[in-house]
T-cell receptor, first 116, second 115 residues
């Protein structure tokens, strides 16, 4: 079974609107972390935001926020006020366990296109 | 502050040749990761090191792949002999170990084409 599922291969949004990218995860470990990365067409991987399983509040970083619903095992990325430069591939990733075991498992990604 | 530096950015070579990819992690980071990205399989972890010691190499596809980290500021991923199916983008990432979870910071990747 996939540990990270991103059900939207592609998404379109109008400039200045908000968009939600879905991510669901599967783990039995009580301690885990969820990450979102952005990969523009130039290819680099850019860290956006992190949510820990014990964090009480949803993570926010500028225009990015994470809608964390633990019972549903979902960690959706919300981008507010979309900009043309937000067009990119977005990956959700999960780290399980604690300590020095720091492996990330990535989803297949969602390709976001921001239209002018 | 310099990010993760990978070289070369692009590599084109014929099958059977040895390929060496290089990575310099962010100074002060003590975890280093090698990933491979393909259209079919997405982003896969090949191997990672903590404090220069290989921790998990279960993602290394076969014995043709090897990785070393001789010191805290340098790592190599070697493919010998290379095959066309090894064509992919290879990323190196680094992070710091600690009580708080730190994100992995990625290099720009090496785009490898095996003819």
């Amino acid at each position: 079974a996939q540990k990270i599922t991103q059900t939207q291969p592609g998404m379109f949004v109008q400039e200045k609107e908000a968009v939600t990218l879905d991510c669901t995860y599967d783990t039995s470990d009580p301690s885990y972390g969820l990450f979102w990365y952005k990969q523009p067409s130039s290819g680099e991987m850019i860290f956006l935001i992190y949510q820990g399983s014990y964090d009480q509040q949803n993570a926010t970083e500028g225009r990015y926020s994470l809608n964390f619903q633990k019972a549903r095992k979902s960690a959706n990325l919300v981008i507010s006020a979309s900009q043309l430069g937000d067009s990119a591939m977005y990956f959700c990733a999960m780290r399980e366990g604690r300590g020095s075991n720091y492996k990330l498992t990535f989803g297949k990604g969602t390709l976001l296109t921001v239209n002018p | 502050d310099a990010g993760v530096i990978q070289s070369p950015r692009h590599e084109v070579t014929e099958m059977g040749q040895e390929v060496t990819l290089r990575c310099k992690p962010i100074s002060g980071h003590n975890s280093l990761f090698w990933y491979r990205q393909t259209m079919m399989r997405g982003l896969e972890l090949l191997i990672y090191f903590n404090n220069n010691v290989p921790i998990d190499d279960s993602g290394m596809p076969e014995d043709r792949f090897s990785a070393k980290m001789p010191n805290a500021s340098f790592s190599t991923l070697k493919i010998q002999p290379s095959e066309p199916r090894d064509s992919a983008v290879y990323f190196c990432a680094s992070s710091s170990l600690g009580r708080e979870v730190q994100p992995q910071h990625f290099g720009d990747g090496t785009r490898l084409s095996i003819l």
